[in-house]
């Protein structure tokens, strides 16, 4: 009987350590009229940011948002640190709500420790805690959105918060489309974002 209790303790103990209670790294995926991305967050190092998204997720918002801005080595001025990415959230479908939201509290990639590198999803604002639904991935590494990055005026570079584990190519493939003065031309459609 001690034996069976010792087991199962065990069991139990190896269990928890190893993630059995609860995915420390949710995913979501990205439904896209291009097709579908997957991807990683990181709650661990970027808690705010993650908890603030994935509400935004769980309330629906992504519902009918689009990804409607690219940078490119083609648009951006030459005097301009250059940089790769796409943009989206419901900027253009919703702007409203999206401007209605309180503003996440900045985490800085000095304090995550997520660098802006190909793939890596973090969230669009103007000053430090105005960030809310916008969202942008990287195309390449991006240093210039790391804290104390050429890409930000007041050096605190962007919120990093998970990275594409999946569907990089349709990131790809989004980032080609036509596109005038910095939008896309038309919108790629975000059906929704939801957790995997």
Known sequence: MCMRISIFLLSLVFFVSCGGSGNKQ?????KTAAGDIEVELYPGQAPKT??????????????????????????????????ELIQGGIWRSNQKKAASLPGIPHEPTQQTHILHKDGVISLARTTPGTATTEFFICIGDQPGFDFGGDNNPDGQGYAAFGKVVRGMDIVRNIYLRPENNQSFDPPVPIYDIVRK
């Open 26 to 30: 949710p995913h979501v995926r990205i």
């Open 50 to 83: 993650v908890r603030a998204f994935l509400s935004y997720v769980d309330s629906g918002f992504y519902r009918n948002g689009s990804f409607y801005r690219v940078l490119n080595d083609d648009n951006q001025s030459s005097e301009a640190a250059k940089s």
